[in-house]
């Protein structure tokens, strides 16, 4: 799948839109548990106003609840007093190096297998071009991603980072998920340490938190079949966090799973973010039925999907960032996310293979711009902060950029 060749630079101010800036629709801050219509979810309110830890029944409650304004009042109550009302985007470029697969998941319409239609691979020289692109643009991150390619051999892995890294220095290299990882482990007959530890070399930064799905054997079997199981999933990286490399967390929900597997799987990511803290974010990906071997599935409704973002940032209470991925939830919604929860947006991706909401649209090239991310945020009584992938205040100065602040 060729891409764009163009590179537009982001300017030193991005324009800020001519938009109101205004209050978010509740002071998230200033609740009380009066303020809950819901009888069912005051007793939990007053769990979340002392900040104490919710159980799976009390998420259970939250998805249960028609009262959608309580639930997005106590999630912003928790996103306000974490983040205030900065809202966090960043300047990046996805890059699916490969959709041939050896795997057969039943929800993913990316996969291919070798000589299919459609495959393709990217060479080393390609992936330098978009990484070239990518900086001359003003990313600060790539998002490197694919299948489990069956003869790349690791080293072809380790040697594109190290490229990279020498190439463009600033760049950060997010890449490639768990089951990527496992894959590396098996070809090279590395332990998972070794490898991570031979990409942390090479100028690997952090991972990416896909490939989780839903952490539960029913599920696994019927819908991911061959794939990394869940404590396979979590010990990779249990092992990241040990070794610093830090990581994200994704769940991809409204396909066959319950509400109570949900709340599990969420369960399970707090417990390893309590023993082996490393975790930055928690990425819930509304499943796309298109072109997958459920595309007979209707998908998540909008309702859904709010309160997904919602209860994620009410049960991961020691995850610091909620994002929503705009791809996923469309950028509409995710601007509505922002008063259920939400503090990041992921980016400006320019190109997103794995998928897309408007089927049979031909090419993938799914691009936001700073200036409309920024007044969306705006609009939606936020402070939009360009922030890198470890969430640090990026600052644009004339000739790039540098990083400005830390953030707890
Ligand atoms: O692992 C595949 C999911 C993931 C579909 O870490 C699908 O910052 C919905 O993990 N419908 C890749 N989802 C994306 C991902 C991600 C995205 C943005 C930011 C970050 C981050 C991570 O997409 C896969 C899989 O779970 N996926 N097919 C589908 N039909």
């Not at 978010?24 to 900040?51: H, Q």
Request: aromatic share 8%; with cysteine; net charge neutral.
């Amino acid at each position: 799948m060729p891409q764009p060749l163009e590179a537009k630079p982001v300017s030193a101010e991005p324009l800020l839109p001519a938009v109101e800036l205004h209050q978010p629709a509740v002071d998230a801050a200033a609740i009380s548990v009066a303020d809950i219509r819901d009888p069912a979810l005051r007793p939990i309110a007053e769990k979340i106003l002392a900040r104490q830890r919710l159980s799976a029944d009390d998420g259970m409650a939250l998805f249960a609840t028609r009262d959608l304004h309580s639930l997005g009042m106590l999630a912003n109550s928790v996103r306000v007093a974490r983040h205030g009302r900065k809202a966090f985007y960043n300047i990046n470029r996805h890059i699916n190096y490969s959709n041939i697969c050896a795997l057969s998941c039943k929800f993913c319409e990316f996969q291919r297998k070798r000589g299919e239609e459609g495959a393709y691979e990217y060479s080393a020289e390609k992936i330098f071009e978009i990484a070239d692109q990518a900086a001359l643009s003003g990313a600060t991150e790539l998002h490197m991603v694919g299948g489990l390619h069956p003869w790349l051999p690791f080293e072809w892995y380790t040697g594109l980072l190290t490229h990279l890294r020498r190439r463009h220095p600033q760049l950060h290299l997010k890449c490639f998920t768990a089951i990527e990882i496992d894959h590396f482990a098996r070809i090279s007959r590395l332990s998972i340490k070794e490898v991570l530890l031979a990409l942390k070399e090479a100028g690997l930064g952090s991972m990416p938190g896909g490939g989780a799905e839903v952490f539960d054997d029913r599920v696994h079997d019927e819908v991911f079949k061959g794939k990394l199981r869940s404590d396979g999933w979590l010990n990779i990286h249990r092992t990241a966090h040990e070794l610093g490399i830090r990581t994200n967390a994704t769940i991809l929900y409204g396909h066959i799973e319950t509400r109570r597997e949900r709340i599990d799987h969420l369960i399970k990511l707090r417990q390893l973010q309590e023993s082996d803290p490393g975790f930055q974010c928690i990425i819930p990906l509304s499943f796309v039925p298109n072109g997958s071997d459920l595309a007979n599935l209707p998908g998540p409704t909008g309702l859904e999907d709010i309160k997904m973002l919602a209860v994620s940032r009410l049960m991961l209470d020691n995850f610091p960032h909620v994002k929503a991925f705009w791809i996923m939830q469309t950028m509409k919604l995710s601007q509505v996310s922002l008063n259920f929860g939400v503090d990041d947006l992921d980016g400006t991706v320019v190109w997103y293979d794995i998928t897309k909401r408007e089927a049979g649209l031909g090419n993938r090239h799914q691009e936001q711009t700073v200036d409309n991310i920024r007044r969306l945020i705006v609009e939606a009584g936020y402070l939009p902060v360009e922030r890198d992938t470890l969430y640090r205040r990026v600052e644009r100065t004339p000739g790039g950029w540098r990083i400005a602040e830390t953030f707890a």
